[in-house]
């Protein structure tokens, strides 16, 4: 018989004695923590972000026919890979009028897609289309967020930071139809 082959074990670490071991002499070892007593009567503070109060009602009393969408850069590109009229789509989901708004920096991001997206260039200069100067620096069309407008979106982060403004709803591709999420949390649509 031959020689018996060990395997190697591998990211094996020795065992490293605690700091709250006994064999540790005294002053080496780590103090134990003593445990503040909380009195009960006391209250806990918690911080909250301050929202405007007129959110607050059953539903944002600034969105009221005409609709405004504010549209995301996403939106449009799934509605033309789904095959859906904008306009007719949004009808459908609304029964109201509605003016569609684009801002800057989504028209900016459209066009640097190149010829590829073309078509949703071409959507989006139409003469139904209201064009919205932006605010913020940059063209990164997700710090475009408004209180007074339907946000329409496929992107689960975007979703994610409107859902933490009370009373923006959220517009949404499901089904090959459009959709819509009223309000986020307790607050009931209209």
Not at 21 to 45: C, G
Request: net charge positive; glycine share 4%.
């Amino acid at each position: 018989m031959g020689k018996q082959n060990k395997t190697r074990k591998y990211a094996t670490m020795k065992q490293m004695l605690s700091l709250r071991d006994q064999r540790l002499k005294e002053k080496d070892r780590l103090k134990p923590k003593k445990k503040e007593k909380k009195d009960p009567s006391t209250l806990k503070e918690r911080e909250v972000p301050q929202h405007p109060s007129r959110l607050f009602f059953q539903y944002n009393t600034q969105l009221g026919p005409p609709y405004h969408i504010l549209i995301d850069t996403n939106f449009i590109n799934f509605s033309i890979k789904a095959k859906l009229d904008l306009m007719q789509s949004m009808m459908d989901c609304l029964y109201a009028k509605f003016i569609p708004c684009i801002t800057d920096c989504v028209m900016a991001e459209i066009e640097k897609l190149g010829q590829k997206y073309r078509v949703a260039l071409r959507i989006t200069k139409g003469p139904r289309f209201e064009l919205l100067p932006c605010a913020h620096q940059g063209t990164y069309a997700d710090d475009c967020l408004h209180k007074c407008y339907i946000m329409a979106t496929v992107d689960w982060d975007l979703k994610r930071r409107i859902c933490k403004i009370p009373g923006v709803p959220i517009m949404y591709i499901c089904n090959h139809r459009y959709n819509i999420e009223w309000m986020s949390d307790d607050y009931g649509a209209p």
